[in-house]
């Protein structure tokens, strides 16, 4: 059913969450997985907070690779740089993605109704199937 599954990753609980369900699906479908961190170029403008938000970066994959690894699911890895929706669709059309797999925040009333802005976009335009894993799983 599924190939290729991107899961986007950001050091958060709702990504960490997002990763096990990730894993899970490709393991089950024989998919081969990837795993992107965008460091948001709206955020930080200095050359240190850049170097700052990388580590975040290369930190949340090392994760994913370790994770992966316990699951003997092959990951491959990314750290682009731009506006997080943005670079999720490009890389997720650049390689022929069939599923996106995002986390998700469980909110109280009435945020409840909301997801993130990213998640919104990106479910909004992505050509391909996206997930939203919430705090709580499916």
Do not use: W
């Not at 190939?3 to 998919?31: C, H, N, P, W, Y």
């Not at 700052?52 to 699911?73: D, I, M, S, T």
């Amino acid at each position: 059913m599924y190939q290729k599954l991107l899961v986007a990753t950001d050091e958060s609980i709702a990504a960490d969450i997002a990763m096990k369900r990730a894993i899970e699906l490709a393991d089950t479908f024989g998919a081969r997985l990837h795993a992107l961190y965008v460091v948001d170029s709206r955020l930080g403008r200095t050359t240190a907070s850049k170097d700052l938000y990388e580590q975040a970066g290369k930190h949340a994959l090392q994760k994913c690779e370790k994770a992966a690894a316990q699951n003997c699911v092959p990951l491959i890895t990314a750290l682009e740089e731009g506006n997080p929706a943005g670079e999720i669709l490009e890389y997720a059309e650049k390689n022929s993605i069939d599923l996106i797999v995002l986390g998700g925040k469980n909110k109280s009333t009435p945020e409840r109704f909301f997801i993130s802005n990213t998640a919104e976009r990106v479910v909004r335009q992505a050509p391909m199937s996206v997930l939203v894993v919430r705090d709580g799983g499916i």
